[in-house]
């Protein structure tokens, strides 16, 4: 007998907050760049874009077995940390959500409802181009074993037809090529990084209220958003530039100073072989709260990144050890992190 169960993945907000240099090391070509890990999509020529929405049929392997693709453990993180099952039902769900499926058939993986949960959570932190896909999800699965059957996700209205995403896709990403065109040439990975990190903060509004704000869309193509879009946003564009990024989902645990506790997300970056913090979210909003550029929480390491705690897979992620690329140690003085003060957002 089939049972079907309908899930909601987690809405991330925000708190908000109040209140000598390194030589970076440049380059000539930042298409040549290789700051260890340049992002090359490598799975644009194994898939197609064709797309029917109209169809029920869950999309499958080619061939009707199980492949699992070689997602570099650099690039993908969330990928590399599942077991082989787990791998197996991330593999097919981004074959069939990059080609613009809903319904994704996962019996070949034979994988339970753990297995399913966390798959679909590391393909959506690893992957921000799948900016289409909303919240909730839902799935068939055989009672008798709990054996997961197929997993329809809901896209935004935006995506409802597969002339409508292949418009959205066309305005996405002639967004982001226009946002990296306006920053620019820049001659090391951390400028870049700022360039990037400082376009966001100037022409992006936090509001709890935007359509789409869990997805990097929100931010690159309307201009508002919270936590979720600006890190997905952020990771994206970084991604596009050769510079590994990643997406962290989280809490803010700042119950020691009078807040509450509360979902949030943030990056990690990887420069010059070694892991750090950064939460474009919170520097926008100490600067709008100062009305000064700070940055407080760019490039920091664990032990300095204060009130944030990563949740669920993302704890098996680098640890950031970092200080190189601490934005004092870069670009010169600026607010730290011990002299701001809190407040729950309003």
């Given at each position: 007998?089939?049972?079907?169960?309908?899930?909601?993945?987690?809405?991330?907000?925000?708190?908000?907050?109040?209140?000598?240099?390194?030589?970076?090391?440049?380059?000539?070509?930042?298409?040549?760049?290789?700051?260890?890990?340049?992002?090359?999509?490598?799975?644009?020529?194994?898939?197609?874009?064709?797309?029917?929405?109209?169809?029920?049929?869950?999309?499958?392997?080619?061939?009707?077995?199980?492949?699992?693709?070689?997602?570099?453990?650099?690039?993908?993180?969330?990928?590399?940390?599942?077991?082989?099952?787990?791998?197996?039902?991330?593999?097919?769900?981004?074959?069939?959500?990059?080609?613009?499926?809903?319904?994704?058939?996962?019996?070949?993986?034979?994988?339970?409802?753990?297995?399913?949960?966390?798959?679909?959570?590391?393909?959506?932190?690893?992957?921000?181009?799948?900016?289409?896909?909303?919240?909730?999800?839902?799935?068939?699965?055989?009672?008798?074993?709990?054996?997961?059957?197929?997993?329809?996700?809901?896209?935004?209205?935006?995506?409802?037809?597969?002339?409508?995403?292949?418009?959205?896709?066309?305005?996405?990403?002639?967004?982001?090529?226009?946002?990296?065109?306006?920053?620019?040439?820049?001659?090391?990975?951390?400028?870049?990084?700022?360039?990037?990190?400082?376009?966001?903060?100037?022409?992006?509004?936090?509001?709890?209220?935007?359509?789409?704000?869990?997805?990097?869309?929100?931010?690159?193509?309307?201009?508002?958003?919270?936590?979720?879009?600006?890190?997905?946003?952020?990771?994206?564009?970084?991604?596009?530039?050769?510079?590994t990024c990643y997406y962290i989902p989280g809490t803010t645990t700042d119950s020691n100073i009078g807040g509450e506790d509360g979902a949030h997300a943030w990056n990690i970056i990887y420069l010059d072989g070694e892991y750090y913090n950064v939460d474009v979210l919170w520097d926008d909003s100490a600067s709008e709260t100062l009305e000064e550029?700070?940055?407080?929480?760019?490039?920091?390491?664990?032990?300095?990144?204060?009130?944030?705690?990563?949740?669920?897979?993302?704890?098996?992620?680098?640890?950031?050890?970092?200080?190189?690329?601490?934005?004092?140690?870069?670009?010169?003085?600026?607010?730290?992190?011990?002299?701001?003060?809190?407040?729950?957002?309003?």
């Open positions: 007998m089939k049972k079907r169960l309908v899930k909601l993945v987690s809405v991330l907000l925000m708190l908000s907050v109040v209140s000598g240099l390194c030589a970076c090391d440049e380059f000539d070509d930042y298409d040549d760049y290789d700051n260890g890990n340049v992002y090359e999509d490598d799975y644009d020529d194994d898939y197609d874009n064709s797309y029917d929405d109209e169809s029920d049929e869950p999309s499958k392997a080619a061939d009707g077995t199980v492949v699992v693709s070689d997602f570099n453990a650099d690039q993908y993180p969330y990928y590399a940390v599942l077991s082989s099952k787990e791998k197996e039902v991330y593999s097919l769900l981004y074959e069939g959500l990059s080609q613009g499926g809903k319904k994704i058939d996962c019996q070949k993986a034979n994988a339970n409802e753990e297995q399913l949960t966390k798959a679909i959570d590391a393909v959506l932190n690893d992957h921000a181009e799948l900016f289409w896909i909303d919240n909730q999800y839902e799935f068939t699965y055989d009672s008798d074993g709990g054996i997961i059957e197929d997993v329809t996700f809901d896209f935004f209205d935006f995506a409802s037809t597969s002339d409508k995403l292949n418009d959205a896709k066309a305005a996405f990403e002639k967004a982001a090529d226009d946002i990296l065109a306006g920053i620019g040439s820049q001659q090391s990975a951390v400028e870049y990084e700022r360039a990037i990190h400082d376009y966001i903060c100037k022409n992006t509004a936090y509001d709890e209220s935007a359509p789409y704000n869990q997805s990097a869309y929100s931010v690159i193509v309307l201009h508002k958003s919270v936590c979720a879009g600006y890190s997905k946003a952020f990771q994206y564009l970084l991604n596009k530039k050769g510079i550029d700070v940055y407080p929480f760019f490039n920091l390491t664990d032990s300095a990144f204060l009130y944030h705690t990563r949740d669920n897979l993302a704890q098996s992620l680098p640890k950031c050890t970092g200080t190189k690329y601490k934005y004092s140690n870069c670009f010169g003085k600026t607010v730290e992190v011990e002299e701001l003060e809190f407040e729950d957002a309003a």
